[in-house]
């Protein structure tokens, strides 16, 4: 049996000062006790730490807060939703010890050090309402716990949620860019605060009774396939059908992690143009096609409810504006924008390959994040869309509709459906079995 590990959570990053509060007293380098407001900078290559009235406290590489009479600490200026949709900046509350910490680049990074299972409790009243069904609240801490183990287990190296990486694995051709963002170096702490990761909001959101319970009556349950622990992935909402690891990551089988339908009763895999269309334009029966406004505001945290059309949606571009993302986003200058074909999909419906032509150059690109990347100033909700351009017979398309199905990479657990099975009275282990096919659960501390 393994031990509860202590994780270093990284909140803060490449941040030239860092501000917040001590709320109660703090043990700082088991030298002295601070509590208050204080400020942090850089000078020559140490960390230099202010009390409230702007007193020099300490100068040294290192600075660790560990508290004191369960004090907690607040950081101000916390971006969430980094290069989303949804990004913004708040101020959180932590528990546990802060860590400030120098990088190669002599900036600062903001560390929590603290036990998993608390981590975890913050984890599922961050990724969705802790108000929630408790079957689901608990198979989301089942799967988050999995992921996070399965993750740390790589030589410390994170395998982003939702594949956002500094270090994409690239393989390009010279009429082929295909990118995927899996695992990336995080030297100085194990995870990240954010989606790239898992949010990890502290207690700056209410932590529910019934979140806690969760992560309680679930404490060292994992996922496991062939006695290992699950690389248990999770998304926002398939749009009816997960994927397959192979068409959003590294092009190997992971037999926990291929396509279901995200429904009682079974749906066909997408296999052509013309399926494709007709499933992303349609309405079909899903777990996650949840239209009800008081069951999305009894499961979604409150910036998440800002995106209601995540099941169905439709985004339109004119064709200047659209070539002007696809340069910003590529650093290519494809001319007038004359077509956007699917080249492969998953079984989703999932763009894998896409030809991008225009009258300067033709290029195939991949993956389905690098396909979200390039065609919108953000992402893209999915890369499940069908492409319907409007032309006025003279020249090049004068516009682009994307009509969409979904929301994030489509791989693992759709929470919104994950959520929807437990209101139906589904089980959080019948909801994990149906989302990863042949894993078990298994408790390891």
Same mark, same amino acid.
């Given at each position: 049996?393994?031990?509860?590990?202590?994780?270093?959570?990284?909140?803060?990053?490449?941040?030239?000062?860092?501000?917040?509060?001590?709320?109660? !007293?703090?043990?700082?380098?088991?030298? $002295?006790?601070?509590?208050?407001? /204080?400020?942090?900078?850089?000078?020559?290559?140490?960390?230099?730490?202010?009390?409230?009235?702007?007193?020099?406290?300490?100068?040294?590489?290192?600075?660790?807060?560990?508290?004191?009479? #369960?004090?907690?600490?607040?950081?101000?200026?916390?971006?969430?939703?980094?290069?989303?949709?949804?990004?913004?900046?708040?101020?959180? &509350?932590?528990?546990?010890?802060?860590?400030?910490?120098?990088?190669?680049?002599?900036?600062?990074?903001?560390?929590?050090?603290?036990?998993?299972?608390?981590?975890? &409790?913050?984890?599922?009243?961050?990724?969705?309402?802790?108000?929630?069904? !408790?079957?689901?609240?608990?198979?989301?801490?089942?799967?988050?716990?999995?992921?996070?183990?399965?993750?740390?287990? =790589?030589?410390?190296? %994170?395998?982003?949620?939702?594949?956002?990486? !500094?270090?994409?694995?690239?393989?390009?051709?010279?009429?082929?860019?295909?990118?995927?963002?899996?695992?990336?170096?995080?030297?100085?702490?194990?995870?990240?605060?954010?989606?790239?990761?898992?949010?990890?909001?502290?207690?700056?959101? @209410?932590?529910?009774?019934?979140? $806690?319970?969760?992560?309680?009556?679930?404490?060292?349950?994992?996922?496991?396939?062939? #006695?290992?622990?699950?690389?248990?992935?999770?998304?926002?909402?398939?749009?009816?059908?997960?994927?397959?690891?192979?068409?959003?990551?590294?092009?190997?089988?992971?037999?926990?992690?291929?396509?279901?339908?995200?429904?009682?009763?079974?749906?066909?895999?997408?296999?052509?143009?013309?399926?494709?269309?007709?499933?992303?334009?349609?309405?079909?029966?899903?777990?996650?096609?949840?239209?009800?406004?008081?069951? +999305?505001?009894?499961?979604?945290?409150? /910036?998440?409810?800002?995106?209601?059309?995540? /099941?169905?949606?439709?985004?339109?571009?004119?064709?200047?504006?659209?070539?002007?993302?696809?340069?910003?986003?590529?650093? +290519?200058? /494809?001319?007038?924008?004359?077509?956007?074909?699917?080249?492969? $999909?998953?079984?989703?419906?999932?763009?894998?390959?896409?030809?991008?032509?225009?009258?300067?150059?033709?290029?195939?690109?991949?993956?389905?994040?690098?396909?979200?990347?390039?065609?919108?100033?953000?992402? +893209?909700?999915?890369?499940?869309?069908?492409?319907?351009?409007?032309?006025?017979?003279?020249? !090049?398309?004068?516009?682009? +509709? @994307?009509?969409?199905?979904?929301?994030?990479?489509?791989?693992?657990?759709?929470?919104?459906?994950?959520?929807?099975?437990?209101?139906?009275?589904?089980? %959080?282990?019948?909801?994990?079995?149906?989302?990863?096919?042949?894993?078990?659960?298994?408790? =390891?501390?």
């Amino acid at each position: 049996m393994m031990e509860e590990p202590t994780l270093r959570v990284g909140i803060l990053q490449a941040h030239s000062k860092v501000a917040g509060r001590l709320n109660g !007293p703090f043990l700082i380098n088991d030298a $002295r006790r601070l509590s208050g407001r /204080f400020s942090v900078s850089v000078k020559e290559s140490r960390i230099l730490l202010h009390d409230a009235a702007g007193q020099e406290i300490l100068y040294q590489k290192e600075v660790r807060c560990t508290p004191l009479d #369960n004090s907690t600490f607040t950081l101000h200026e916390v971006t969430i939703g980094v290069h989303f949709h949804w990004e913004r900046k708040q101020e959180q &509350t932590f528990r546990g010890e802060l860590m400030l910490i120098l990088d190669e680049n002599d900036t600062l990074a903001a560390v929590n050090r603290i036990p998993l299972e608390e981590y975890l &409790t913050s984890v599922i009243s961050s990724e969705m309402n802790a108000e929630a069904p !408790p079957e689901f609240l608990k198979a989301h801490a089942i799967a988050s716990r999995s992921w996070l183990m399965s993750m740390l287990g =790589m030589g410390g190296k %994170a395998t982003h949620r939702d594949n956002v990486s !500094p270090e994409p694995t690239t393989q390009a051709k010279a009429e082929e860019f295909i990118r995927y963002y899996d695992r990336v170096d995080h030297t100085l702490f194990d995870v990240c605060a954010d989606d790239h990761c898992q949010r990890y909001q502290g207690i700056t959101r @209410l932590i529910a009774e019934n979140a $806690r319970q969760a992560v309680n009556r679930t404490v060292g349950l994992f996922l496991v396939y062939n #006695n290992k622990i699950c690389d248990a992935r999770y998304h926002k909402a398939c749009g009816g059908l997960t994927d397959n690891f192979a068409n959003t990551w590294d092009n190997v089988t992971v037999p926990y992690l291929t396509s279901v339908s995200d429904s009682a009763i079974p749906h066909d895999p997408i296999l052509t143009e013309e399926a494709a269309r007709q499933w992303i334009v349609g309405d079909p029966e899903a777990y996650c096609n949840a239209k009800d406004n008081n069951t +999305l505001r009894r499961i979604l945290p409150s /910036f998440d409810r800002e995106t209601m059309d995540f /099941f169905r949606w439709k985004v339109i571009y004119t064709r200047p504006e659209l070539e002007e993302i696809i340069r910003e986003k590529s650093g +290519l200058d /494809f001319g007038n924008l004359l077509s956007l074909t699917p080249l492969e $999909r998953g079984p989703s419906g999932r763009i894998v390959r896409l030809q991008i032509t225009g009258t300067k150059r033709t290029l195939t690109i991949g993956k389905e994040l690098e396909i979200r990347r390039w065609l919108s100033r953000s992402h +893209l909700y999915s890369s499940a869309f069908v492409v319907c351009p409007e032309t006025d017979g003279l020249g !090049p398309p004068v516009s682009f +509709l @994307l009509r969409g199905a979904g929301w994030g990479h489509g791989v693992g657990m759709c929470q919104i459906g994950a959520a929807i099975m437990a209101l139906k009275g589904s089980t %959080a282990e019948s909801i994990l079995k149906h989302y990863f096919r042949g894993a078990k659960l298994q408790r =390891m501390y």
